[in-house]
């Protein structure tokens, strides 16, 4: 089954920056998904990553915000730009178990915090 | 929007005593699965039911479907302190363009007292 790394796990930043989130799948996987949880929240999909492709955003999410990258079948990243206070939560990237599996496996999580 | 809530939102209980925790739902869904969270970490997948399923167990867990109802539950047996967490459930559903995503509930906090 899909081992899921992401980098960074946490990450201060100030009001106005931008960060990129990688995320890494030990297999080849053909979608991989994006998620945002707020504090105290649950998890909400940002937007669905296919290699090859533009990824698709979930309504109120753009990609002026969340930029997605998707080089490869493994290989993923998130950027969250222009960031404000608001932008503070967990994002955490998924992708199937494998190809023949409803099974959605996620990464650690990168705790963000914008001052 | 949540497609899921979970009830109750917060429980604790004694170690040692089972942990029921319930998940309703809007639409049909093809499968439901269920997930660990520890301490706002990524999340753990713990089963998936499909929708033609009633049942399932996993070790000490044990999941139900009833599609009628549009519920789920996860049970817990002889719960252990490191079984404190949030539990999610995540259903199925079609989302922009068709893409496939999971809608998750609220979750359920548990605490295990010692």
């Known amino acids: 089954s899909a081992v899921i790394s992401q980098k960074p796990s946490r990450d201060i930043c100030q009001r106005g920056t931008s960060l990129t989130i990688q995320c890494q799948v030990d297999?080849?996987?053909?979608?991989m998904f994006w998620y945002r949880q707020q504090p105290g929240q649950s998890l909400t999909l940002i937007a669905t990553?296919?290699?090859?492709?533009?990824?698709?955003?979930e309504s109120g999410f753009v990609i002026d915000k969340f930029p997605i990258s998707r080089p490869n079948l493994t290989f993923s990243t998130l950027t969250v730009s222009n960031m404000s206070p608001e932008d503070s939560s967990i994002y955490l990237c998924?992708?199937?178990?494998?190809?023949?599996?409803?099974?959605?496996?996620f990464g650690p999580g990168t705790r963000l915090t914008v001052l | 929007s949540q497609q899921g809530e979970e009830d109750p939102q917060a429980l604790s209980i004694q170690e040692g005593e089972n942990a029921t925790m319930n998940c309703s739902y809007k639409t049909s869904i093809n499968n439901l699965q269920w997930y660990r969270q520890n301490s706002g970490r990524g999340l753990v997948h713990l089963i998936l039911?499909?929708?033609?399923?009633r049942e399932k167990h996993s070790g000490r867990l044990r999941v139900t479907l009833d599609t009628s109802k549009k519920s789920s539950s996860l049970l817990i047996t002889a719960s252990r302190a490191a079984d404190t967490a949030s539990y999610f459930c995540?259903?199925?559903?079609?989302?922009?363009?068709?893409?496939?995503?999971?809608?998750f509930g609220q979750g359920t906090r548990l605490t295990i007292n010692p």
């Open positions: 297999s080849q996987v053909t979608m």
């Open positions: 995540a259903t199925d559903s079609v989302g922009v363009q068709g893409a496939q995503k999971l809608v």
């Open positions: 998924s992708s199937l178990r494998d190809t023949f599996s409803d099974e959605q496996f």
């Open positions: 039911i499909r929708s033609n399923e």
């Open positions: 990553a296919n290699q090859g492709s533009e990824a698709t955003y």
